[in-house]
Structure formats: structure tokens, C-alpha cells
């Protein structure tokens, strides 16, 4: 099992930053691959991807978050981190950090992110 642990959510005005940070615990291997991964998800709307990174530093992002958003990760920590700069209310949303490592799928419990004036 891994236990992953979400902190940094709250809120902010539009156009302001936040960094959410995502700690992994357990069954963690250091020698194989997996990816780590922030999804959100809003009222009425279905889960999706936002950025994910390898082990090796590869990253995939959401068209919507290009440009604003950095994912990172520290792999001595077992830690992934998202910096949200110019933050906007369409990116309120439950962030959830997500751990991947061939079949298994592992999921956090999720960090709320507002937006608003």
C-alpha cells in the first residue's frame, strides 16, 4: 500500500500563486518507475488530469494549466509539488495527488483549491 499525503490547498484571488505539495509513503520502490500526478476535480465536473511527472522528470500537463503551472518532484522525499501561478476561479477544483506504478493506482484524499474575489 502507499498513503499519500496532500497539504497547501486555500484561498486565493484571482491571479495569485499557490503550491500544493503531495507525500508519499510505504510501498514506495526507488528503483522503479512511476508517476506521480495531480488531478482536480470541480462540482458537477469529472476528474481530470492537471500535470503528472515520471521519476525520471517527464511531464504531461492540461492544456488549460500550460504556461501556469509547474509540476516538480523530489524523489529522496517521495514528494511531487505543483506551483499555480495566475490563478484564475475556473481552477477551483479538489486537488488530488495520484501515485502510479504499473498496475496499481493510489489516490490522496484531496486538498480544496478557491479562486475567488
Known amino acids: 500500500q502507499v498513503q499519500l499525503v496532500e497539504s497547501g490547498g486555500g484561498l486565493v484571488q484571482p491571479g495569485g500563486s499557490l503550491s500544493l505539495s503531495c507525500a508519499a509513503s510505504g510501498r514506495i520502490s526507488s528503483v522503479s518507475v512511476n508517476i506521480m500526478s495531480w488531478y482536480r476535480q470541480a462540482p458537477g465536473k469529472q476528474r481530470e488530469l492537471v500535470e503528472g511527472i515520471t521519476t525520471g522528470g517527464v511531464t504531461n500537463y492540461a492544456d488549460s494549466v500550460k504556461g501556469r503551472f509547474t509540476i516538480s518532484r523530489d524523489n529522496a522525499k517521495n514528494t511531487v509539488y505543483l506551483q499555480m501561478n495566475s490563478l484564475k476561479p475556473e481552477d477551483t477544483a479538489l486537488y488530488y495527488c495520484?501515485?502510479?506504478?504499473?498496475?496499481?493506482?493510489?489516490w490522496g484524499q484531496g486538498t480544496q483549491v478557491t479562486v475567488s474575489s
Open positions: 495520484n501515485y502510479k506504478r504499473g498496475p496499481n493506482d493510489y
